[in-house]
């Protein structure tokens, strides 16, 4: 029998079909993915180490949609800014993997590489090495939570006739609340940023 031109089972076949289970329910597991293959499920570990694998062949899969390029921008808050809302729009696309990626530990190297790039930007920036850490955390914090916010609806409030002011507060912020607060919290967190060192950029 002649073999597939297109072969039944790769590590990338794997990412992509792991990632629409988890956009369709949340979640998978590795039979569902080899059934959906039309595989074997011992197939599919011939490929990844467990489930854990296929975690973070998913995760590289998400990620590799950041521009990791931007961290290479000047000045770093420039960069900063530019990679957080790469990051965001990267996670948006597919939040339901957020839940999956952010509790499980990162071992993807992909991942990892963009990571030693950010922090090697912030100590050439002059952040002291106990500061990077902190600043990434929060920064992914306010990137991963805006991105499931842009997921939810857009009235995510029903005042009320006992809630005027916040429906006051609703009708005047209009469309685009996610954007807007991201906006904010993006802007408040580069202020602090620069004020630990000195207000210099």
């Known amino acids: 029998?002649?073999?597939p031109r297109t072969p039944l089972l790769d590590r990338e076949r794997i990412a992509a079909t792991a990632l629409q289970l988890v956009a369709e329910q949340g979640e998978f597991s590795v039979p569902?993915?080899?059934?959906?293959?039309?595989?074997?499920t011992g197939s599919v570990y011939h490929h990844v180490d467990g489930r854990a694998g296929v975690v973070e062949l998913v995760r590289e899969l998400v990620c590799d949609r950041i521009a990791g390029e931007t961290l290479d921008l000047?000045?770093?808050d420039r960069a900063l800014e530019a990679w957080a809302r790469?990051?965001?729009a990267a996670f948006a696309a597919s939040p339901r993997a957020i839940p999956l990626l952010m509790t499980t530990p990162v071992r993807?190297?992909?991942?990892?590489?963009q990571y030693e790039r950010a922090v090697g930007m912030l100590l050439a920036a002059?952040?002291?090495?106990?500061?990077?850490?902190?600043?990434?955390?929060?920064?992914e914090n306010l990137v991963l939570g805006s991105a499931l916010d842009l997921a939810a609806p857009e009235a995510m409030w029903e005042p009320s006739p006992e809630t005027p002011l916040l429906a006051d507060a609703l009708a005047?912020?209009?469309?685009g609340r996610a954007d807007a607060a991201f906006d904010l919290?993006?802007?408040?967190f580069l202020t602090y940023a620069r004020s630990l060192l000195g207000g210099t950029a």
């Open 1 to 3: 029998m002649a073999r």
């Open 32 to 40: 569902q993915i080899a059934r959906a293959l039309g595989v074997q």
């Open 74 to 76: 000047e000045p770093w």
């Open 86 to 88: 790469s990051y965001r």
């Open 108 to 113: 993807a190297p992909r991942v990892l590489a």
């Open 126 to 139: 002059g952040f002291t090495r106990d500061r990077v850490m902190p600043l990434l955390t929060a920064l």
């Open 172 to 175: 005047a912020v209009g469309p």
């Open 185 to 188: 919290g993006l802007a408040a």
